[in-house]
């Protein structure tokens, strides 16, 4: 059974950081997409960053240069970094993976496993 725990929510003041992490248990992905979506009140579910199994990245327009997702190997937890929030980032987020090759993408069908979420609020 694959699980992905998320960790590193919480209340910042805007400017400040957050460091986000993934961990996956019952499956080493040898290949695959892995990413971070977030969701606010009354909003879906929407890309934040990918990664795939040869590095490649994408990320939402809003957090260009300012995220940064990372992954080191299979083995490693899944990383978002995220400098200069700012209220409007204010969410649930959520890891996903999909242990497969794939292009890295924001649709949520391609992606097999979610976490649970952590919170991360930011203050004015």
């Known amino acids: 059974q694959v699980q992905l725990v998320e960790s590193g929510g919480g209340s910042v003041t805007a400017g400040g950081s957050l460091r986000l992490s993934c961990v996956a248990s019952?499956?080493?992905?040898?290949?695959?997409?892995m990413g971070w979506f977030r969701q606010a009140p009354g909003k879906e579910r929407e890309g934040v960053a990918a990664?795939?199994?040869?590095?490649?990245?994408k990320y939402a327009d809003s957090v260009q240069g300012r995220f940064t997702i990372s992954k080191d190997n299979a083995k490693n937890p899944l990383y978002l970094q995220m400098n200069s929030l700012n209220p409007a980032l204010t969410a649930m987020y959520y890891c996903?993976?999909?242990?497969?090759?794939?292009?890295?993408?924001?649709?949520?069908?391609?992606?097999?496993?979610w976490g649970q979420g952590t919170q991360v609020t930011v203050s004015s």
């Open positions: 990664i795939g199994w040869d590095g490649s990245t």
């Open positions: 996903a993976a999909d242990p497969a090759p794939c292009t890295v993408t924001f649709a949520r069908t391609t992606y097999n496993y």
């Open positions: 019952g499956y080493t992905f040898s290949s695959y997409c």
